[in-house]
């Protein structure tokens, strides 16, 4: 009888639980994705125009690495100048109003969600946000300025260079979108694991492909063939893949099911 009273107990704690979650036709989840992109949209106009005030000053630290070897950049098209404009004030007014976008993101899933779920939304913020910027940061502070002093100043010695505004913008963009995606690895790991697609344990078996991987791709993006400095490169991204097992261990369905019969 008494395990009997557990079980109805728990039963009615999670029907509470999800007391507030109030079913949604088809149409009113087209209506709240409306709503939620509409405001996402709005916040990156804001972004956007925040970012256009301030864009000599974002140029000037775009070009930053180039003029330190004494470098500028050049056109060949008249568009090109106004749209590298263009391009950095969408970029810095999207890094700008990615906390309010993912905010929006987070509304919009919250309904589906238990009431002890929704205290991750700060953290989901802090985290997305904060790798991404690491990896921005990262790219923008090591592996841009060694590239381009391997790639002008090494391999280029030889000619006279010519950087232009739009082959410089998409270096520019596929070394720091690049890495700040790639640091994102914890948060993908994060949600591959919550759905159960990933476990820890298939992670940690496949840990030497993962580690395969990670250098391919620092030897890729190292601007030095220095094993040492491949291995700088290589130190970030293999911590977190380390730290993605860890997270795939918190949020995996088996251990909050067994968290769930333990309580119980």
């Given at each position: 009888?008494?395990?009997?009273?557990?079980?109805i107990?728990?039963a009615?704690?999670?029907?509470?639980?999800r007391?507030?979650?109030?079913?949604?036709?088809?149409?009113?989840?087209?209506?709240?994705?409306?709503?939620?992109?509409?405001?996402?949209?709005?916040?990156?106009?804001?972004?956007?125009?925040?970012?256009?005030?301030?864009?000599?000053?974002?140029?000037?630290?775009?070009?930053?690495?180039?003029l330190?070897?004494g470098?500028?950049?050049?056109?060949?098209?008249?568009?090109?100048?106004?749209?590298?404009?263009?391009?950095?004030?969408?970029?810095?007014?999207?890094?700008?109003?990615?906390?309010?976008?993912l905010?929006?993101?987070?509304?919009?899933?919250?309904?589906?969600?238990?009431?002890?779920?929704?205290?991750?939304?700060?953290?989901?913020?802090?985290?997305?946000?904060?790798?991404?910027?690491?990896?921005?940061?990262?790219?923008?502070?090591?592996?841009?300025?060694?590239?381009?002093?391997?790639?002008?100043?090494?391999?280029?010695?030889?000619?006279?260079?010519?950087?232009?505004?739009e082959?410089?913008?998409?270096?520019?963009?596929?070394?720091?979108?690049?890495?700040?995606?790639?640091?994102?690895?914890?948060?993908?790991?994060?949600?591959?694991?919550?759905?159960?697609?990933?476990?820890?344990?298939?992670?940690?078996?496949?840990?030497?492909?993962?580690?395969?991987?990670?250098?391919?791709?620092?030897?890729?993006?190292?601007?030095?063939?220095?094993?040492?400095?491949?291995?700088?490169?290589?130190?970030?991204?293999?911590?977190?893949?380390?730290?993605?097992?860890?997270?795939?261990?918190?949020?995996?369905?088996?251990?909050?099911?067994?968290?769930?019969?333990?309580?119980?």
């Amino acid at each position: 009888m008494v395990d009997a009273a557990d079980a109805i107990d728990r039963a009615r704690a999670a029907v509470s639980e999800r007391v507030d979650l109030p079913g949604m036709s088809l149409m009113e989840h087209l209506d709240e994705l409306r709503r939620r992109v509409i405001q996402s949209a709005v916040f990156l106009v804001l972004g956007m125009i925040l970012a256009w005030v301030f864009r000599d000053r974002l140029l000037t630290f775009l070009q930053e690495p180039l003029l330190k070897i004494g470098k500028t950049l050049v056109f060949t098209h008249p568009m090109d100048a106004l749209n590298l404009n263009l391009q950095v004030s969408l970029l810095a007014g999207a890094i700008v109003a990615s906390p309010f976008i993912l905010y929006q993101v987070w509304l919009f899933i919250a309904p589906g969600l238990y009431h002890n779920e929704r205290r991750f939304v700060i953290p989901f913020m802090l985290a997305t946000v904060g790798l991404f910027l690491t990896g921005a940061a990262f790219g923008y502070f090591f592996v841009l300025p060694g590239a381009i002093k391997i790639l002008v100043l090494g391999f280029g010695h030889n000619f006279t260079s010519m950087i232009t505004i739009e082959d410089y913008s998409s270096f520019f963009l596929s070394i720091i979108l690049g890495l700040g995606v790639s640091f994102e690895l914890p948060i993908l790991i994060f949600f591959l694991a919550m759905f159960g697609i990933v476990s820890p344990r298939f992670l940690w078996k496949n840990i030497r492909y993962a580690i395969l991987a990670v250098f391919i791709v620092a030897a890729v993006i190292c601007p030095s063939p220095d094993p040492w400095t491949m291995c700088v490169y290589a130190i970030p991204m293999l911590s977190l893949y380390v730290l993605g097992i860890g997270v795939a261990w918190w949020v995996h369905p088996s251990r909050r099911k067994a968290k769930a019969a333990k309580a119980g």
